[in-house]
């Protein structure tokens, strides 16, 4: 049996032009009937998103994304990859911001064509009140590293606990954003990935105290972007509520 979390983050490669730059992760959303692939800004932007530093080396902007999709056929699931361009014939990026925010909150949309398998898309809008201590999980691929490679690209798990209070917005750089604190072992190529609550036997909480289901509890919670400096396990995670804004300003 494998968990649909475990398929539902997405490989992603990011080029300029046919030089693959890095590696990192996405998820997908549905809604009005239009799929959404969502990641970091700093993935498709090559810059880190608070101080505008080239991320590559080489100092190359990727210009196009590779992202790699699942489908169901007879044997069980298969991938395909589909390459996007990231900026159009007149400059232009393709992806969506916040309206508000804009480019301070690191989270951006671009719209899939072409795929509508729901199955695969996570909810848009969150369902869940979290809390400080919880054990939550980030799905992705740490330094590019995927479970069978040869048959597809099935995301990895890791752990980390919610170390800031997740109803109050976090000061990054002197501004209040809607964001908080992640710690957890994180690396390279996770960036992007989605964090859920996720429960195999069926304990959730909620204001009233623990509910107990008959099956594997989840819950979306946020977006994971990296740790705030190299020496620390403290990481940002964006709310999941801002994808639903940031999909509701697409004209």
């Not at 054990?135 to 690209?153: D, L």
């Not at 960036?191 to 594997?216: E, F, M, R, T």
Request: proline fraction near 4%; hydrophobic fraction near 35%; glycine fraction near 8%.
């Amino acid at each position: 049996m494998i968990d649909i979390n475990s398929v539902k983050s997405l490989y992603l490669t990011l080029y300029f032009n046919d030089i693959e730059l890095a590696s990192a992760t996405g998820f997908l959303v549905n809604s009005n009937k239009k799929v959404y692939l969502i990641t970091n800004r700093h993935v498709v932007t090559g810059r880190n998103n608070e101080t505008g530093e080239c991320l590559n080396s080489n100092m190359s902007i990727p210009n196009k994304i590779k992202v790699w999709l699942p489908f169901k056929n007879n044997l069980g699931i298969s991938w395909s990859n589909t390459t996007l361009d990231l900026i159009d014939s007149e400059n232009n990026v393709k992806w969506l911001e916040h309206p508000i925010y804009k480019e301070k909150v690191d989270v951006i949309a671009i719209e899939l064509k072409d795929y509508n398998i729901d199955e695969f898309c996570y909810r848009l809008s969150p369902n869940f009140k979290t809390r400080i201590t919880e054990n939550v999980f980030i799905i992705g691929y740490p330094f590019g590293f995927n479970v069978s490679p040869m048959q597809g690209r099935f995301a990895i798990w890791s752990t980390g606990t919610i170390a800031s209070e997740p109803d109050l917005d976090l000061n990054i750089k002197g501004m209040q954003l809607p964001a908080f604190l992640i710690d957890a072992k994180t690396r390279q190529g996770q960036s992007g990935s989605p964090v859920i609550y996720y429960n195999k036997n069926g304990i959730d909480s909620d204001d009233n105290g623990i509910a107990l289901y008959g099956g594997p509890v989840m819950h979306e919670i946020g977006i994971y972007s990296g740790r705030i400096n190299k020496d620390s396990d403290l990481g940002y995670v964006w709310k999941w509520s801002l994808i639903k804004e940031i999909i509701e300003n697409d004209k």
